[in-house]
């Protein structure tokens, strides 16, 4: 193993990524010779074939894959490393990868704050995208991401932002129409303005009753239901947020609000990640403002574009 050096191992995952040495020559800057000197070393001292070459095309072996990605994770720890320990007594300054929730949160509460942030702090520079998948933290190079619902048991560092309620709500129009909604079955008979997901599970103490859309409009964003729902066209559930100010002012009419869920919101780091200083501090900030944000939110309601 003392035979193995770390910039063998560098040109084997630049190979394997780029799929070929000339690819891998062209991303490295070393030359096609260098790159196949070092992995035939390295598969010498691993005494195994990492790579299949043939004069038409290069593939991993499996044996080859599964050293990749270990290999390319281990290298992203080292690098994570060494970046911790040239700025953890530097100041807040560097670069910020984050993955948050869209929508009202993302974009009305989540980016100002950020933003603001970002002008406290000029030397730091913010990448922020908005996705509802699952993001590998270490797979993305990502160095927070923040999500909603039950998150997995990991070595990751957690954060709690905030709990958000859903809240299943319809027009007073459509509730006339329609006559009350008194029960979960009961919505099995109605509309629903549903999103990417088409079965909805209501909760209430140990006791859950799942709903299957079959019915309806689906609009994969919550402006939109809110919409659809003041239009009267259904019945719909939505975070807090998206409707609490339309249920004070008689817009909109709350159903089965002993079956209202909440949802933690919380923010996700690597370890390694959480250790630099720029990190630490955005995470925060970001728990020091978010709550009031999000609280006057709550009453204002949605901003309304156009």
């Not at 209430?204 to 729902?229: F, N």
């Not at 259904?234 to 947020?241: E, S």
């Amino acid at each position: 193993m003392n035979n193995i050096s770390w910039r063998a191992i560098r040109a084997f995952i630049a190979v394997a990524e780029q799929g070929s040495f000339t690819a891998a020559a062209d991303h490295t800057g070393y030359s096609k010779a260098t790159l196949s000197q070092q992995v035939s070393e390295l598969e010498s001292a691993l005494d195994v074939q990492l790579l299949l070459r043939t004069t038409r095309k290069l593939r991993l072996t499996e044996v080859g894959e599964g050293y990749y990605q270990r290999c390319k994770q281990a290298m992203q720890q080292l690098d994570s490393a060494a970046d911790w320990a040239t700025h953890s007594r530097e100041k807040v300054k560097g670069k910020i990868r984050i993955n948050a929730v869209g929508g009202i949160i993302g974009e009305e509460i989540i980016a100002p704050l950020v933003i603001e942030f970002q002008k406290t702090y000029p030397e730091i520079q913010i990448q922020l995208d908005f996705s509802s998948v699952r993001v590998d933290l270490i797979e993305d190079r990502y160095d927070l991401v923040i999500r909603m619902g039950k998150l997995p048991d990991s070595t990751l560092v957690v954060r709690k932002l905030q709990s958000i309620k859903t809240r299943y709500v319809a027009s007073p129009n459509f509730i006339k129409m329609r006559g009350p909604i008194l029960k979960p079955m009961d919505l099995s008979q109605v509309p629903l303005i549903y999103g990417s997901v088409d079965q909805w599970v209501l909760t209430r103490g140990k006791t859950s009753h799942k709903v299957d859309v079959e019915q309806g409009i689906k609009l994969v964003s919550g402006r939109a239901m809110r919409l659809a729902a003041l239009a009267g066209l259904g019945v719909t559930r939505l975070a807090d947020i998206y409707v609490q100010a339309d249920i004070q002012q008689g817009k909109l009419q709350e159903i089965l609000p002993g079956w209202s869920e909440s949802t933690q919101l919380s923010m996700v780091c690597p370890p390694l990640r959480h250790q630099l200083a720029r990190v630490r501090s955005l995470m925060q900030w970001l728990k020091d403002h978010f709550p009031t944000e999000y609280e006057r939110r709550l009453k204002k309601g949605p901003a309304e574009k156009g």
